[in-house]
Each structure stands twice: as C-alpha cells, then as structure tokens.
C-alpha cells in the first residue's frame, strides 16, 4: 500500500516537474527531478528485468522447498534430484539454522573441490601425453638419423670392399698376364 502512495506521488510530482522544466530551466529543478524520480522509472526494460529475476529466484526457493521436503518425507530421490539440490542450496538465500541446507552447501564445495581436482589431474595427464609425444617424435628424428647414417657407412664399406676386390682382381689378372708374356 505505502509503495503505490510512492509510486502515485512520484507520477504527481514527476508531471508538475515537466511542466515546471518546460517553463523555467533551472538547474536546482532539475536536481529535485532526479531525486524525485529515479532512472528506473523511465525505463521499461530494467524493470522487466528485476521482476523476471525476482521471480525466477522465488522459483527457485519454491523448488528447493519442494524437493527437501519430498526428499525427506517420501524418501523420492532420483539421481538425478540428488545433483539438483546441492546446486540449487547455492542459488537459494542462505539459511544457517537449516541442517540440510549447511549439508547441501558441503556437498556442493566438495563437488565443486573434486571438480577442480579432476580437471588438474586431466591437465596434467595431457600435458604429459603431449611432452612425451614430443619427445618420442625426438627420438625417433634421432634414431632415424643414426640409421641412415648407419646405412650410408655400411654402402661406403660395401663400395671399399668392392673397389679393393676390383683391385685386387685387376692385380691379379695384370700378374697372370704378365706370368703369361713371360
């Protein structure tokens, strides 16, 4: 009742002030205007938007309401209710004399620990799978390296063989020959 009184003097006062400003452009006018009327009067939109929060937080105390009673009259919990309560004890108004509430709220900090916890672990786990890619390509670059090095020593080897064979061959075949000149 006292706020429509305010809401109904404001309009009062707001349209003397209009008129009041068209016809004398003071500045203190235009002060008292302000105070008078806030910015949320003018605008639409933000109070639209305070009544849809309002509402959807009263939704959300509702259902909270509702769940913790059906979970501790009819035992009714799913899975899925059981994820649905610790997340909505952080969205409802703090209420420090409610044991299931403060239960809730735990639950809700330990999930939200192991949470962390594993994403942590998960990090690391691929920060670890990409070193160890990284170093396995590494050697792998140095094995390869060392293996055609390897294969190019053993041709240079197979081709000194060979040419120390052809020499040996055309040494042989030069002393028959001259073995048969003489």
């Not at 002060?31 to 009327?37: P, S």
Request: charged share 30%; hydrophobic share 40%; aromatic share 6%.
């Amino acid at each position: 009742m006292a706020a429509l009184l305010r809401q109904g003097a404001r309009r009062v006062g707001g349209s003397v002030l209009h008129r009041t400003k068209a016809a004398v452009a003071s500045p203190a006018v235009a002060e008292e205007r302000r105070r008078l009327l806030p910015r949320h009067m003018y605008s639409t939109q933000e109070q639209a938007t305070e009544e849809i929060t309002r509402k959807i937080q009263q939704k959300k105390e509702e259902l909270y309401d509702v769940m913790c009673k059906a979970e501790q009259r009819f035992s009714t919990s799913s899975f899925h209710n059981k994820l649905l309560l610790p997340h909505l004890s952080v969205h409802v108004k703090p209420r420090t004399k409610d044991p299931k509430w403060q239960i809730l709220r735990f639950t809700k900090r330990a999930i939200n620990v192991v949470d962390a916890a594993g994403f942590i672990a998960l990090t690391y786990l691929v920060c670890s799978f990409v070193a160890g890619v990284r170093n396995f390509i590494q050697e792998r670059r140095v094995v390869r390296a060392r293996m055609f090095e390897a294969v190019a020593r053993a041709r240079e080897e197979v081709a000194k063989s060979a040419q120390i064979k052809a020499v040996a061959r055309a040494r042989e075949a030069g002393t028959r020959s001259s073995q048969i000149d003489n």
